[in-house]
């Protein structure tokens, strides 16, 4: 990474940001726009439309005359590859770029930022613009004079709701087998990184993506993501975000057309170490990035260290040491480890998960504070609890932020009945040398995605995907397309 060029890049001014409908950017119904404020160091970055419910309804018919017509579905599969595949690489032509003007809007350190934004974002656009010509449907075991043919269509109209954590990388996921299902989509992105988004989807425009194909409306999300939830046309809503927004959208769902609706909501995964760890110094510091990077802002992030009591004391201080190792500052500085909090709010909510921790009888052994206010931005030191109860507030719900509880266990059996004791069940790691604990551990924690020996990183080439209330549905693989096509039977007399 090249500071000179990041720094030319965030002195660049942003202009003011319009939805993207039909292939133009239009500003909103009634002309209002709201201030994108940027957590760098609180001042105003641009503005961005704010959406009426008329702007939505306006994409959403985009979207379906672009469906109707057929200007990208009944597009022969060869050619939509090739549009994809253009677009991923336009996304890598402009890396920079994009990453940069996310990091403004949403706060996250550079390094992270490029890889895991536009870096991601390509590499899933290409995965699924390959994918699209190698997904057969099938022919069902019959008697003889039947044929059984089971097809797969695209559902039509995507609405995607997309949070400010990752919005390039995230927004891949769903736009990635949507489009290569031959769908079109309505995004809607998040109120505080939209700016990136915004700029992916016109470079969508660039690579020959059809107008009206993928169209992007920002906007309030209780205004322009209420109109999408309660409209009639939208066939299946994907989500990630917070668990009371995906409630409501299941309630818009009810309220409306009965819409397929996927949750990709939190977590609060436990990252379980064992005394036999292979190395202890080496999983302390991946327990640390697992929590702190992009300032805890991640769904995945292992939010729960639980350790092995003949350990507990040295192994906290191994990730205290390593916690307080990481840089936190301007996330534009290719030496900060910790970028900025999102938004005041989400510092002021972090604020008052520690608060409540101190009160429920934690130890807050580093961190705790907000820091660098004279920056004017949002920054928060990397936060470590001890003692945190099983059904401590810390334990129990999601903070989003760089805050990790612990909580010593005695025994597996210990270790799986707190791992297991929340409403969530997103990710997780257990630290092992021992193989068949291990193998015991991935089958008895209740999880999405289970980690040995290791904390985050898996790759598009698994699924991604919550139980309980972490969510319903797959991202990332091939079994992300099941979501953006419905199975057509075709049942023949010969
Ligand atoms: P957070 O609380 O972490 O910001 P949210 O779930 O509120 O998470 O935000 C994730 C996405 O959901 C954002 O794009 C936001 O605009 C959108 N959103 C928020 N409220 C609603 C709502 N009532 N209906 C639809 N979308 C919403």
């Known amino acids: 990474m090249d500071q000179s060029r990041i720094d030319a890049l965030r002195a660049l001014a942003v202009s003011p940001g319009s939805h993207l409908i039909d292939g133009q950017n239009v500003a909103a119904s009634d002309g209002a726009i709201m201030d994108i404020l940027s957590p760098i160091d609180g001042t105003v970055l641009t503005s961005l439309a704010r959406g009426t419910v008329q702007d939505m309804e306006t994409a959403i018919t985009s979207a379906r005359a672009a469906f109707e017509d057929g200007r990208w579905a009944k597009q022969p599969p060869a050619a939509r590859r090739k549009v994809l595949l253009r677009w991923a690489n336009l996304i890598e032509e402009n890396a920079l770029e994009l990453a940069v003007l996310g990091v403004r809007d949403n706060g996250t350190e550079i390094g992270m930022?490029?890889?895991?934004?536009?870096?991601?974002?390509?590499?899933?656009?290409?995965?699924?613009?390959?994918?699209?010509?190698?997904?057969?449907?099938?022919?069902?075991?019959?008697?003889?004079?039947?044929?059984?043919?089971?097809?797969?269509?695209?559902?039509?109209?995507?609405?995607?709701?997309?949070?400010?954590?990752?919005?390039?990388m995230i927004g891949a996921w769903k736009l990635g087998p949507a489009l290569a299902s031959g769908n079109s989509v309505v995004l809607k992105p998040a109120e505080t990184a939209s700016l990136s988004l915004l700029r992916m989807a016109e470079l969508a425009l660039e690579a020959g993506l059809p107008p009206g194909v993928l169209n992007v409306v920002t906007g309030e999300g209780r205004v322009v993501g209420e109109a999408m939830g309660l409209s009639m046309d939208v066939d299946v809503l994907v989500f990630t975000g917070s668990g009371s927004t995906g409630r409501r959208l299941l309630e818009y769902a009810a309220r409306s057309n009965l819409k397929r609706v996927y949750l990709e909501l939190g977590g609060k995964s436990p990252n379980i170490v064992f005394a036999d760890a292979p190395?202890?110094?080496?999983?302390?510091?991946?327990?640390?990035?697992?929590?702190?990077?992009?300032?805890?802002?991640?769904?995945?992030?292992?939010?729960?260290?639980?350790?092995?009591?003949?350990?507990?004391?040295?192994?906290?201080?191994?990730?205290?040491?390593?916690?307080?190792?990481?840089?936190?500052?301007?996330?534009?500085?290719?030496?900060?480890?910790?970028?900025?909090?999102?938004?005041?709010?989400?510092?002021?909510?972090?604020?008052?998960?520690?608060?409540?921790?101190?009160?429920?009888?934690?130890?807050?052994?580093?961190?705790?504070?907000?820091?660098?206010?004279?920056?004017?931005?949002?920054?928060?030191?990397?936060?470590?609890?001890?003692?945190?109860?099983?059904?401590?507030?810390?334990?129990?719900?999601?903070?989003f932020g760089p805050v990790l509880g612990v909580t010593a266990f005695t025994d597996e059996h210990e270790a799986v009945r707190i791992a297991n004791a929340t409403i969530y069940g997103l990710a997780g790691a257990v630290w092992t040398s021992n193989l068949s604990r291990a193998h015991r551990m991935v089958r008895a924690v209740r999880t999405g995605v289970m980690h040995v020996n290791t904390y985050g990183g898996a790759d598009g080439t698994v699924p991604l995907g919550g139980v309980g209330q972490s969510g319903n549905g797959h991202d990332k693989s091939l079994h992300a397309l099941e979501k953006y096509t419905n199975l057509k039977t075709a049942w023949i007399k010969l």
């Open 279 to 399: 190395n202890l110094e080496e999983a302390a510091k991946i327990a640390a990035a697992g929590i702190f990077r992009n300032s805890g802002q991640v769904c995945v992030a292992g939010s729960r260290l639980l350790v092995e009591a003949s350990i507990h004391d040295e192994f906290v201080a191994a990730v205290v040491r390593a916690a307080e190792a990481l840089r936190v500052g301007d996330p534009l500085d290719v030496n900060t480890h910790v970028g900025a909090v999102n938004s005041e709010a989400q510092l002021q909510q972090n604020l008052r998960f520690v608060e409540t921790a101190r009160n429920e009888g934690g130890t807050i052994v580093t961190g705790g504070d907000r820091i660098l206010t004279e920056t004017g931005g949002y920054y928060m030191a990397p936060t470590v609890i001890t003692g945190v109860a099983a059904e401590a507030t810390l334990a129990q719900q999601e903070v």
């Open 113 to 168: 930022a490029l890889k895991a934004e536009p870096g991601s974002a390509a590499g899933t656009l290409r995965y699924y613009a390959e994918a699209l010509d190698k997904v057969y449907g099938e022919i069902a075991p019959t008697q003889s004079d039947i044929l059984g043919l089971i097809h797969k269509e695209p559902v039509g109209v995507v609405g995607a709701i997309i949070p400010w954590n990752f919005p390039m």
